[in-house]
């Protein structure tokens, strides 16, 4: 997952730095040291190596994200990589693994014959005989971001530039292979583009995965496959994968666990791996309604228990994923990303409700209530496609599609890229799990087969109204529309639990007047505040 940020103050006699540790650095599966470039060493992150236009930097506008810091890749160069060796490969626990990374591509980012890659090199002997490489092209995936998904920023425009997953699957070639050279770089850069013109990386991960019979494609597949064990059934499409001796279903659902919460559709996935803690950042307000002065990682950001009929959630609505600077300077928007627990239920054998209604263009019909209507697989909520005088909601979201609504609760009203760890997306098949209605029914991406998107089907199994339409695998199911409303969901197909239409319980930190320049505590200027300052200055 990502959600690892760093945190500055001022100390007498200059400027200090605390760094927080990374959410995926403390995952013990991940084989790379210092997956998010926190530790550094000199000039660059620590057990690295830059080559060429690759530059350690923040990565965001330092006045409008929370981001973190990692490798810019500048096309204006000709080329460039960032490397990193690994030698622990616990050979006991199979020879496939997974080599995935975030990357974020700004508008001018471009190179020829689609030269943007990872790369596996292989070594036997502690790096001193080089057997093989495996490398993968990704710059067309893009390209297929920004064919398909631009129309999900803000305006319709920009919707590509946003943090995504990219991912390769493979084998050791040979037994005696003890040592990888994982890369990620570019050639061929167009210069020329000299603003806007990198590739942003962050949160790199190397992980074993079962040694599969037919390994399934990496596109669009969650981290988890079927691991070992007995599969114990939960209700509806959850099953539990049992470790050996192990006859009963855990009570809760967290850190320790979530991997082996499988949901079965086209494959078995585990939807809450990795998605289950996040960080309350400095400047975010706290559940005691004060705003926070230093990073904080909530482990049980997302907890999950299962009763008779339902799943239940229990969140403190904190993204796992970078966002932007909230409150906004100047006449954006003025609330706080407010840490929010509370508890949803999702019916496990949802069921067509035969009185449902779709929305109307201005929700006068009120088919979808204002606030939460479903919920993220990383605990943030969906809201409908308006926002309080019945406009369109879609635009004045950071990149990750994210707000804080006036009670301080994070939210989308549209498809949220960021929210497809631990899955990579790049159009090549049906879309994974999102998250779900509060009816019970699943949100799947945009994607219904290679490079055809739901929104674009016709026929018979075209998404009707609500965003929705059928197939043997899946079963009814929702699908996000980019830059075509309602966005998300048109309304709900099924019934909701009764627990959660009642009212909403109190929360929310402070609300202050915020105008040009200004904010609490008087104006700020860009890029000050906790949290910016590069490493080591």
């Given amino acids: 997952m990502i959600g690892r940020y760093t945190a500055a103050f001022l100390q007498a006699g200059g400027l200090a730095l605390a760094v927080v540790a990374s959410a995926r650095a403390g995952d013990a599966d991940n084989l790379i040291a210092n997956p998010g470039f926190e530790q550094r060493a000199g000039n660059g992150p620590a057990g690295f190596e830059l080559r060429g236009g690759a530059e350690y930097r923040f990565l965001g506008d330092t006045g409008k994200d929370f981001s973190s810091f990692g490798i810019g890749l500048s096309s204006d160069k000709t080329s460039g990589a960032v490397s990193c060796v690994v030698s622990d490969l616990q050979a006991g626990h199979g020879k496939w693994f997974r080599f995935g990374f975030r990357g974020l591509p700004q508008a001018n980012f ?18 001193k005989i080089s057997y093989d490489a495996k490398e993968k092209k990704i710059y067309d995936q893009v390209q297929t971001l920004r064919r398909d998904l631009t129309a999900n920023g803000d305006g319709h425009q920009h919707g590509a530039e946003v943090w995504r997953n990219y991912m390769i699957d493979f084998c050791l070639p040979f037994p005696q292979v003890d040592q990888l050279k994982l890369s990620i770089g570019f050639g061929h850069g167009a210069a020329g583009q000299r603003e806007e013109a990198e590739f942003f990386v962050d949160d790199l991960s190397l992980t074993h995965i079962p040694d599969p019979p037919n390994l399934p494609s990496p596109a669009a597949r969650p981290t988890a496959i079927v691991p070992s064990g007995q599969l114990l059934p939960m209700g509806g499409r959850w099953f539990y994968a049992a470790r050996e001796g192990e006859t009963s279903v855990p009570t809760l659902f967290d850190a320790s666990n979530a991997g082996r919460l499988l949901y079965h559709d086209s494959v078995y996935s585990a939807p809450f791996a990795g998605n289950t803690g996040a960080w309350l950042r400095a400047g975010d307000v706290g559940r005691d309604g004060q705003v926070a002065s230093k990073d904080r990682f909530i482990a049980d950001n997302v907890t999950v228990q299962f009763e008779a009929g339902a799943m239940i959630m229990r969140t403190h609505g904190l993204p796992n994923h970078p966002t932007g600077r909230f409150p906004e300077l100047g006449f954006g928007n003025p609330n706080y990303i407010t840490e929010n627990v509370r508890s949803f239920y999702f019916p496990l054998a949802p069921s067509p409700n035969p009185r449902h209604i779709a929305s109307d263009a201005d929700n006068s019909n009120r088919a979808l209530p204002m606030g939460p209507i479903g919920l993220a697989v990383n605990g943030v909520v969906f809201f409908n ?25 994070y939210h989308y009203h549209k498809y949220p890229i960021c929210v497809n760890s631990p899955w990579a997306d790049d159009g090549k098949a049906h879309s994974p799990l999102l998250g779900w ?8 991406g945009p994607y219904e087969s290679a490079d055809v998107m739901a929104k674009d089907i016709q026929g018979n199994r075209a998404l009707n109204e609500f965003n929705m339409h059928y197939d043997e695998t899946r079963g009814w199911h929702y699908h996000v529309t980019p830059g075509k409303f309602p966005y998300l969901i048109g309304g709900y197909w099924g019934t909701r639990d009764s627990r959660d239409s009642g009212p909403r319980p109190p929360r929310g930190g402070p609300r202050v007047p915020f105008g040009p320049g200004g904010g609490p505590g008087g104006p700020r200027e860009p890029g000050a505040g906790p949290g910016r300052p590069p490493p080591g200055q």
Avoid: T, W
């Avoid at 943007?116 to 502690?126: D, S």
């Avoid at 019945?390 to 006036?406: E, K, L």
């Fill in 110 to 127: 471009a190179v020829h014959d689609n030269d943007l890659y990872m790369k596996i090199e292989f070594f036997g002997q502690g790096g």
């Fill in 437 to 444: 209605a509060f009816d019970g029914y699943p949100l799947y």
């Fill in 385 to 409: 496609p308006f926002d309080m005088g019945g406009q369109d909601a879609s635009d004045m979201m950071d990149r990750c599609c994210g707000h804080p609504a006036p009670d301080g609760q």
